[in-house]
């Protein structure tokens, strides 16, 4: 035997004292529920939300399995081999077949996301802060920070954000890299047109492209336009910047 590689018997577990019970985890469901009811969120939204947490947890374990498919000890036989791979893939499959449930529990079937007006959750300052750091990497893969950066950045988020759920807005820092990353090169070309550094980057109407918010903006042009207007109106905030960033938008080929 390969004197080093432990042999299966030395394989640590966890020891069943340090497994949650079933019951701790309905309990600890139960006061999440009850807390975030208390902080204003919808009873629906909030399943959602904890439906989403369990979700992630499922999918990163099979994450985790994934990774070891290819990771049997050396030196043990093709027959150890084949059955650790096996019980690898039939652990990830079940895993996954749990969060795939957990996700559909959540969302539903798949649908576009409704633009329509909708009375959501208020908008709270954590709600801000996160899209501010999903959005600023994100505008600066397109531009430079400039000094125009309009004072009101947290006002724009905070209208963008108005246009969502809990759960949509816990998982927009996703969606924004889907949209990044699906309309790269028309993004590329709006800010270097319209951006810092531009012809026009003085102009009041393109104020917004100097603004990492100009991202989230822009993915609600696409993905929500007349729930972003209205969501835009409610907040008071300038018509001209909305509709310059629209109309650059809409000037550059693409989808």
Known sequence: ???????????????????????????????????????????DEAGQLLALVEAGALAQAYGDIAGIEAGAPAGKGQRYASGWLDGARTAGDALLRR???????????EAPVPDTAYVHPPVSGVDVERAKVAVAP??????????????VSDDVLVAVLGTMSTAERAGYAGRLDEFAEERRERLTRLYAEYGPGSDVSIHGR??????????????????????????????????????????????????
Request: proline fraction near 10%; aromatic fraction near 6%.
């Open 206 to 255: 393109y104020s917004l492209l100097h603004s990492p918010s100009s991202v989230a903006v822009l993915e609600r042009l696409v993905a929500a336009p007349s729930a972003l207007r209205e969501e835009w109106d409610r907040v008071e905030l300038p018509p001209v910047w909305l509709e310059g960033l629209a109309k650059a938008w809409e000037a550059q080929p693409g989808d």
């Open 1 to 43: 035997m390969n004197s080093e590689q432990p042999p299966p018997h030395e394989v640590k577990v966890a020891h069943p004292a340090t497994l949650l019970h079933s019951a701790d985890v309905r309990n600890a469901k139960t006061t999440l529920f009850e807390l975030l009811g208390r902080t204003g969120v919808p009873a």
């Open 99 to 109: 969060a795939d449930h957990a996700v559909r529990e959540a969302l539903g079937p």
């Open 138 to 151: 994100l505008y600066l893969t397109f531009t430079h920070l400039s000094d125009l950066d309009p004072e």
